[in-house]
């Protein structure tokens, strides 16, 4: 089965969507997971996906009640052509933008699959709050689950892929454990916050020893013999901030990105698949 997550996030989303939603039915996959799709145009691109094939979408938005800090301008998707009923949810208040999150019960020839559909702030703009949002995900991960599971999106992390297949985040904690300069920082809303706290809230989710079991899709296939690129930063420096992470009941066969709906103009980040079963 081929799982695509893609964050269509761009300022050409609304003129495009039919050629978006058509790289999606193009690339074979039977489950979609989306991040950052505009609010104004979820039902836009459910009614499209429905008539291109995946009859079955929940949206992040339907479902989650604001958070503290408000609402995101932008949901998280799951698409399937298979049905689809919502998942447990009630970790979501955890986070401080609840919407981030879409997850669903797939109901495949295979059995049920556990899917859900991530967006971690960027921490240059949400500060402290993508560390929340990253503990709230943990939480879930570490749970225990009546089927496979499969999470997948952007998580804005890492910043870097070592050759061993662990990971260097924005923490600015180096791999043996020295920090640069110094472990307290101070985002934009005053909350000031251990950079080690940093380090360890996203090696929970995505580090290569993480004990909640899931494993990397691409580290699965490639182990750390290289970075792909999801996402051009600013400065034009190549990020691999979009995964596939799936638990142990499940194989990753094969795992890839579709960078040319990124260089194409669909939006500023590349999609990822996997094939698992």
Known sequence: MRVVTWNVRF?????????????????????????????????????????????????????????????????????????????????????????????GIVYTPDGPLDVTSVHIPNGSAAGWKKVACMRALHSTLAEDADCPRIVAGDFNEPKELLANGSIVTFSGIEPEGRPRGHKLWTDHDGQTGDLCEWEEAVQSVLGLDASHGFEDAHRAVNGGMFMPTTHIAPGRVGRW?????VSKELKVRACGVYSDWRENGYSDHAAVWAEVG
């Open 11 to 103: 300022r050409e989303l609304e003129s495009r969507l039919a050629e978006i939603v058509g790289c999606l039915v193009d690339s074979g996959a039977e489950i979609v997971a989306l991040q950052e799709v505009s609010n104004p145009l979820v039902d836009a691109m459910s009614d499209l996906l429905f008539q291109t094939g995946f009859e079955h979408c929940i949206d992040s938005f339907a479902h989650a009640p604001a958070g503290r800090w408000g609402r995101m301008p932008f949901a998280s998707m799951v698409a399937s052509k298979h049905p689809i009923k919502l998942g447990p949810n009630d970790w979501r208040l955890e986070a401080p933008y609840p919407e981030s999150f879409a997850r």
């Open 241 to 245: 901030f979009d995964h596939v992470l």
